[in-house]
């Protein structure tokens, strides 16, 4: 089934607007900005304290991961498409 989500625990996170925290973020990364593009894959998964665009940098709490904190699941077999991106700028987040 085409865009389905792991669990309805990461789904109700993933639905959060950005400042609600503690939300699950995808990111889609911009291959033009990677020095070997081949390497990186083009969605990151994030869990977050809640951000607003223009916190580059500030005290937002937020880890990478890669299986789901509540079923276990490998996150790059859902969510790789573009459907579930909810950030295309992966800079927000970092300095
Ligand atoms: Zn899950």
């Known amino acids: 089934m085409k865009n389905k989500f792991c669990?309805?625990?990461?789904?109700a996170r993933w639905s959060l607007n950005r400042s609600g925290g503690i939300n699950?973020?995808?990111?889609?990364?911009?291959?033009?900005?990677?020095?070997?593009p081949e390497m990186l894959p083009p969605?990151?998964?994030?869990?977050?304290s809640g951000y607003k665009l223009g916190d580059?940098?500030?005290?937002?709490m937020?880890?990478?991961?890669?299986?789901?904190?509540?079923?276990?699941s490998r996150l790059s077999k859902f969510y790789n498409s573009?459907?579930?991106v909810n950030e295309?700028?992966?800079?927000?987040?970092?300095?």
């Open 7 to 11: 669990c309805i625990d990461t789904e």
């Open 24 to 36: 699950f973020r995808v990111f889609k990364t911009d291959y033009v900005n990677s020095y070997e």
């Open 43 to 48: 969605y990151q998964y994030y869990m977050t």
């Open 56 to 60: 580059r940098g500030k005290d937002v």
């Open 62 to 72: 937020v880890i990478k991961v890669n299986y789901c904190p509540f079923c276990g």
């Open 82 to 84: 573009d459907f579930f």
């Open 88 to 95: 295309m700028d992966d800079t927000v987040l970092h300095y």
